[in-house]
């Protein structure tokens, strides 16, 4: 696990350590739920890029349709 320092007010410390008295717990437990609660779940990545840019794939008109199977764009490649 990773090591975060925060700082705060001395009332907010001192309710921490109360909730993590009461919790049987201590006080990086507490942190850590309160997080976790308030950002959410977590978030998941796409698949891959088409999975990201479904919404723009096929929205140029004017671009040969495959680039990648035409000799032409590709002559310089790699150099």
Known sequence: MKT???KMPKALAHRLALVARERGGN???VVRE???AHLGE???TAGSCLDLAR???GSVASAPPDLSTNRRHLR???R
Request: glycine share 6%; net charge neutral.
């Open 42 to 44: 977590p978030r998941t």
């Open 55 to 57: 919404d723009l794939a």
């Open 27 to 29: 006080r990086s437990e």
């Open 4 to 6: 975060v320092t925060v």
């Open 34 to 36: 309160a997080l976790e």
């Open 76 to 78: 310089r490649y790699g």
